[in-house]
């Protein structure tokens, strides 16, 4: 078996992993182990969550890669490509490469270099967390009762657009359409975001975002299945 040490961006990540990838990925013997990115504290004032600059979250990683050395821990991350700190590596390169594939693949690519651990598997995701929920739109109404026009009027704006193609404009990125069909999603992503993927199931997101699905695929191969 295998134990990952997972550093995300806010609660909402955390607990998806928790409540989504924890339980299937524990039955193939990849045991996770979600924490917040530090943002800043000292003493016994520490500040979790949100991502302020590459120099944080590359101090997170190092630690926990130091703290960690026995053969079978492994430091994944799950961050938002959407506001990225500007300071992270080949951030400009990736700003200029129109496929949000090969973007990503670029800043993963510079992250993996900079830590230069193999017990590292970075991970961003495109765009950001809410690009999930695009997988099936139609469990928003499950948590948001009578938003079943909202959702009809938001799902008509992505038509034909793969979840993971929703591209991070301050306007137009997964969460700004959401909130601008839904409002109240903007107070209760941590909660209603995290019930709609549920409902959703981690089968159907993996079928439709391909990025997320490959990062899945990585962090099961670190473990037996323990099934068989």
Not at 12 to 19: N, Y
Request: hydrophobic share 40%; aromatic share 8%; proline share 5%.
């Amino acid at each position: 078996m295998s134990r990952v040490r997972l550093v995300v961006e806010g609660v909402t990540e955390e607990r998806f992993v928790k409540m989504l990838l924890a339980e299937p990925l524990g039955a193939k013997g990849v045991f996770l182990f979600p924490q917040m990115v530090h943002t800043g504290g000292g003493g016994e004032r520490i500040f979790k969550g949100g991502l302020t600059s590459y120099a944080r979250i590359k101090g997170d990683v190092e630690k926990l890669l130091m703290q960690e050395k026995q053969g079978d821990v492994f430091v994944t991350t799950m961050f938002d490509l959407y506001r990225l700190p500007n300071d992270f590596p080949d951030r400009a390169k990736a700003k200029s490469e129109g496929d949000p594939l090969k973007k990503v693949a670029i800043l993963e690519d510079a992250f993996a270099r900079d830590i230069g651990s193999a017990m590292f598997i970075p991970y961003i995701q495109l765009h950001e967390f809410e690009a999930l929920l695009y997988s099936d739109l139609e469990k928003l109404a499950e948590f948001y009762v009578g938003a079943e026009p909202a959702v009809k009027k938001l799902a008509g704006t992505v038509k034909g657009i793969p979840p993971e193609h929703i591209d991070e404009g301050q306007q137009t990125a997964p969460s700004k359409r959401i909130i601008r069909h839904i409002p109240e999603y903007a107070k209760t992503k941590s909660t209603g975001g995290v019930f709609v993927a549920g409902k959703i199931g981690l089968p159907t997101i993996k079928n439709a975002c391909e990025h997320f699905r490959a990062w899945i695929g990585k962090l099961e191969t670190l473990g037996k299945d323990l099934r068989t």
